[in-house]
């Protein structure tokens, strides 16, 4: 309750007629102030008018009057700033600060309306809790949500990537390479991917550019695929003498093989294809993140992503058995994937870190030019009356999804806010 709280009182939502302290007092609220979420009191640099004089200073927001002595605020000299303590119920008519001078307190009055839809937020089963209540948000409220949801989720990607950045001492080729193995697992896979990329190094890699066996023993052999003798292989028992000789020479640890799952997935999906998409993807292109930095048309962007794997893996998906003749291709709908996830927020990232608007905007062009994602998360929205043009706005709603729907960050949300208050165009 007390989230709601400071959400009408940084908002201005509560009954503001005949504002009285708690001793009687009529007063002023000229600034609500600025929320703090750190250490101290709730909002900072409040403007408070009482007596004549206006007052400048903290404002501190409980659900009980008591909470103040609960938190020992009258013990912490920070709070002596404070000039209203703000609650829903007074259930100690006085409170003092360290210095022993009493503070005024107003019990703060919700409109019903918005306390029922608070509620009826925090009740609902939905996934999504309004998604009942979507279709009578106005157009232009959703699409400048979207807006910002999509620049929170480019911001949130960018930080990661530039602490991945600091990692690996700003070498831009390590953090394309790991970032682009870790979408290789689409999903399932993403972290035993991640791992394979970080336990082998790309300058490792690129040394054996010019030999398809060498690069596939590499990293089926640190994905720990190459564990068991198989006589029976000819290619198997190839490539896993290759790798033992390279394992010994660089100093090579494998991983666990387990990690790798394949239950619930395509064929075209299981973990050795990928790896091997991946090994052609990123050891037989030198500079591939300059070489995608540099490309001017979004079209050519997709034959960065294509691989060609050994004639081996015509007639295979993994070791145990012979499959169907078939060529292990990535397909337009995974390319586009890893455009989405690991160029676009590359670019942006590089953007910021290099202070160009060139290549954020860049990120943002190319998203406009891809088709929209179709998943679970935007097929429930389309269904509520939310539609997607293109990957700006899937991945503006995958980012509503994730960091308000599940996390009942309802009052956080510019939807959330329209439902709160009331619906008007």
């Known amino acids: 309750m007390e989230t709601l709280l400071h959400y009408v009182w940084k908002y201005k939502l509560y009954e503001s007629t005949n504002l009285l302290t ?7 609220i000229i600034d609500p102030g600025a929320y703090n979420s750190n250490a101290g009191p709730d909002f900072f640099n409040a403007k408070i008018k009482m007596d004549g004089k206006v007052w400048a200073g903290n404002i501190e927001i409980h659900t009980m009057a008591s909470d103040w002595y609960r938190h020992r605020h009258d013990e912490d000299a920070a709070y002596n700033s404070v000039v209203l303590h703000v609650v829903e119920c007074i259930d100690v008519p006085d ?13 703060m009055k919700i409109p019903g309306q918005i306390k029922a839809n608070y509620q009826f937020l925090l009740d609902s089963d939905l996934s999504v809790p309004c998604l009942s209540k979507i279709r009578e948000i106005p157009e232009i409220y959703l699409s400048d949500w979207k807006s910002a949801l999509l620049t929170e989720r480019l911001e949130r990607k960018t930080n990661a990537l530039l602490q991945l950045l600091n990692d690996y001492k700003d070498d831009w080729n390590e953090v394309f390479y790991i970032t682009l193995a870790r979408n290789f697992g689409f999903g399932i896979n993403n972290d035993a991917f991640e791992r394979l990329a970080r336990s082998l190094p790309l300058k490792i890699v690129l040394k054996h550019h010019d ?11 640190q994905a720990g695929l ?10 198997y028992t190839q490539i896993r003498k290759e790798y033992f000789f390279l394992q010994k020479k660089y100093g090579l640890k494998p991983l666990e093989p387990y990690i790798f799952r394949n239950l619930r997935i395509r064929p075209n999906n299981f973990p050795h294809i990928k790896i091997l998409q991946l090994a052609g993807i990123t050891g037989r292109k030198q500079g591939l993140f300059s070489q995608i930095l540099e490309t001017a048309k979004d079209e050519e962007l997709h034959s960065f992503f294509v691989s060609e794997l050994s004639g081996y893996w015509l007639t295979h998906y993994h070791f145990e058995k012979v499959s169907v003749k078939k060529a292990k291709y990535l397909g337009l709908q995974a ?9 676009v927020p590359l670019f942006f990232a590089y953007g ?7 290549y954020t905007e860049r990120a943002i062009q190319l998203l406009e030019s891809l088709k929209p994602e179709s ?11 939310i539609s997607a043009v293109n990957a700006c706005d899937t991945q ?18 510019r939807i959330g806010y329209k439902l709160l208050t009331g619906i008007k165009n």
Do not use: H
């Open 226 to 235: 190459l564990e068991y003798e198989n006589p029976q292989n000819e290619y």
């Open 352 to 358: 910021k870190k290099k202070k160009s608007e060139q």
């Open 95 to 107: 409170i003092f600060d360290s210095s022993r001078r009493v503070i005024p307190q107003w019990a």
């Open 22 to 28: 708690n001793s009687g007092k009529p007063f002023e």
């Open 375 to 385: 998943n679970g998360i935007i097929t429930m929205f389309s269904r509520a009356g």
């Open 335 to 343: 390319k586009q994937i890893l455009l989405m996830n690991v160029v």
């Open 211 to 221: 030999s398809t066996p060498q690069l596939e023993a590499l990293f089926l052999g």
């Open 396 to 413: 503006a709603l995958i980012q509503l999804k994730r960091e308000y729907c599940e996390k009942k960050k309802c009052i956080f949300c």
